[in-house]
């Protein structure tokens, strides 16, 4: 699968909540940048579609975007579907506080070595 993003992206588990056709929908991320976000789901949204996500980062509790669907899989490394996501115009706690756990991340990674 070939890179669809410019921005980092990092490994993050937690729970992305979104309604779809009326049905309230809880699905784990698998990823994020700054710019969106990968999580899986068996009911997967329209590319193209744009809907709500609430989902908790770092001191962030309940957030809530509008996202716009980019892609779309069947299977994605874990063998499981997803879609990936852009945020339609994130506010700027939300940035800063993924800015914050990609640096993070970035950290630990580099004190491995």
Do not use: C
């Not at 937690?14 to 990823?31: H, T």
């Amino acid at each position: 699968m070939s890179e669809r993003r410019d921005t980092t992206r990092i490994p993050a588990r937690f729970e992305v909540r979104y309604i779809q056709e009326g049905d309230f929908l809880i699905s784990l991320s698998n990823n994020i940048s700054i710019d969106g976000m990968y999580f899986h789901t068996e009911e997967p949204l329209r590319v193209g579609e744009i809907t709500q996500l609430s989902f908790s980062i770092g001191d962030l509790i309940g957030e809530t975007v509008n996202v716009q669907v980019m892609w779309v899989t069947k299977r994605d490394e874990t063998g499981r579907p997803g879609v990936g996501v852009r945020f339609i115009d994130p506010p700027a706690h939300l940035q800063e506080e993924i800015l914050r756990l990609i640096n993070r991340v970035a950290l630990i990674d580099s004190d491995s070595f």
